[in-house]
């Protein structure tokens, strides 16, 4: 019986001696930055999921945001001790490999896989309501103007993998653009709004709402995984040059995600913004009060669907990666078809980002165009990466004998559980736990039948290090 043929794990060569690649604090910009894009863009559409979920209670809202951000930090501190373990990448898949065995690392991967599809129709979604709310003619038109704005996006990762130093610079300017709104929010205010907090009925009541509220509003935490995965794109430094901007990368997320999110939090109840009309965004409401009408409101607007659309693109690059690192090629196949593996020449594999446009094409029309309507499924998926990971870093606490840090991972974890527990209660989200379960269920019959080759806990590090090729 022949050995069948391995996956090649992502190492990506160690760089010689002497060797200097660009100034540290500009690639270090260009790396974090663009990484971040969409755990920033998510404050875009976070808070408001959150204030649907109170019914547009604002006296609940800071509660509620404090809660999701205490958890990002939570999720957060699992993925700097990823880093730690894996500086040559590879998330929580590469854990659960570790871990659990190889057959384990499949459920984050199409937990992965699940995600970057929503990603895009999300980010596509909310970048259309942000130019909505900036030119409310449009609303008539939103399903085809998402649509519009999809092809576009997929359109240019036709020409590969560069722009990250683009993405870096549009996340910094929305978060340029988005303090100097906060500042003058809390400063000077242009208006204030109608909404009025809502009195708080009782303790336990206002204590149950935010417990069960809190969970929609995690959409905010997607992203955070990328940090551990981005930094194989780093083969010209060494381990510990990537594990410092791994966790300074993560730190960066935490300070600004967190930052952002409560200080628009606090405004939304200072300016009471409550729920937004149907051509409007909360995020948008606030901004305009904070700011009025003038230059200042369309810039955050233009900032927040131009980050909004970095973080699709991002994603039509690392969606499409995956599935060409599990494709491998036809000397080395791998456990998907080799078409989803072939490129054109600008390394871009085509065919998977057809696949991705189309998926993410169904759920724009299916949500009709409106983001609010996918954040439930969008809590759903990457939790389950979550929660693999936490369980993974859990059992090596344990096994390396750190009882304390066990405890925190293993709190953390039933923290993550208790999310996607309560969202898949709601019912349609658990269309995004059944597409998870199956992928999942199909990559590793694929695997098992091509004779169970080996690296498959490194794939993604592969696909990120062959991002970066």
Do not use: C
């Amino acid at each position: 019986m022949s050995t069948p043929e391995p996956i090649v794990p992502a190492v990506p060569p160690q760089p010689a001696p002497g060797r200097r690649g660009p100034h540290r604090s500009v690639l270090f910009f260009a790396f974090a930055f663009a990484v971040i894009a969409d755990p920033v863009s998510s404050v875009a559409y976070a808070i408001e999921a959150a204030l649907h979920a109170l019914d547009g209670d604002l006296s609940r809202l800071l509660p509620t945001m404090s809660l999701v951000v205490g958890l990002v930090v939570v999720v957060t501190a699992n993925y700097w001790q990823l880093v730690r373990r894996f500086p040559k990448g590879g998330g929580a898949a590469a854990a659960a490999g570790r871990a659990f065995g190889p057959s384990w690392t499949f459920l984050p991967i199409g937990a992965l896989i699940v995600d970057f599809v929503l990603t895009i129709g999300i980010s596509i979604s909310a970048a259309a309501s942000a130019v909505i709310a900036l030119a409310p003619a449009l609303a008539p038109l939103r399903i085809v103007f998402a649509l519009v704005l999809l092809v576009i996006v997929a359109g240019l990762t036709w020409f590969g993998h560069g722009g990250r130093l683009l993405f870096a610079v549009m996340t910094a300017l929305f978060v340029v653009v988005g303090v100097t709104v906060v500042v003058l929010g809390f400063v000077a205010p242009h208006s204030l709004g109608t909404a009025p907090a809502t009195p708080n009925p009782g303790a336990h009541s206002a204590v149950l709402a935010v417990v069960l509220a809190f969970p929609v509003a995690m959409a905010l935490a997607t992203g955070v995984e990328a940090p551990s995965t981005a930094i194989a794109q780093l083969g010209q430094l060494d381990d510990t040059a990537r594990r410092r901007f791994g966790r300074g990368t993560l730190a960066l997320l935490v300070v600004i995600v967190g930052g952002l999110t409560l200080a628009l939090t606090v405004l939304a109840g200072r300016l009471h913004i409550g729920l937004p009309a149907h051509d409007s965004t909360q995020i948008a409401d606030i901004a305009h009060a904070a700011a009025g009408p003038g230059w200042l409101y369309t810039a955050f607007q233009l900032t927040s669907s131009l980050l909004l659309l970095a973080a699709a693109s991002s994603s039509f690059q690392a969606g499409p990666g995956l599935l060409k690192a599990l494709a491998g090629t036809e000397q080395s196949p791998g456990v998907l078809p080799t078409v989803l593996g072939r490129t054109n020449r600008h390394h871009t594999p085509y065919w998977s980002v057809l696949v991705y446009l189309a998926a993410a094409a169904v759920i724009i029309v299916a949500a009709a165009g409106k983001e609010q309507e996918l954040v439930l499924f969008y809590a759903v998926a990457v939790f389950v990466s979550f929660l693999v990971g936490l369980v993974a870093m859990t059992r090596f606490a344990r096994t390396e004998r750190k009882p304390l840090l066990a405890t925190v991972n293993a709190l953390a974890a039933a923290a993550v559980a208790f999310t996607l527990a309560v969202n898949l209660t709601r019912g349609w989200p658990v269309l995004s736990m059944a597409a998870t379960v199956a992928i999942a269920a199909a990559l590793h019959l694929r695997w098992t039948r091509a004779g169970r080759p080996s690296g498959i806990e490194d794939v993604e590090a592969k696909a990120e290090a062959e991002e970066d090729g």
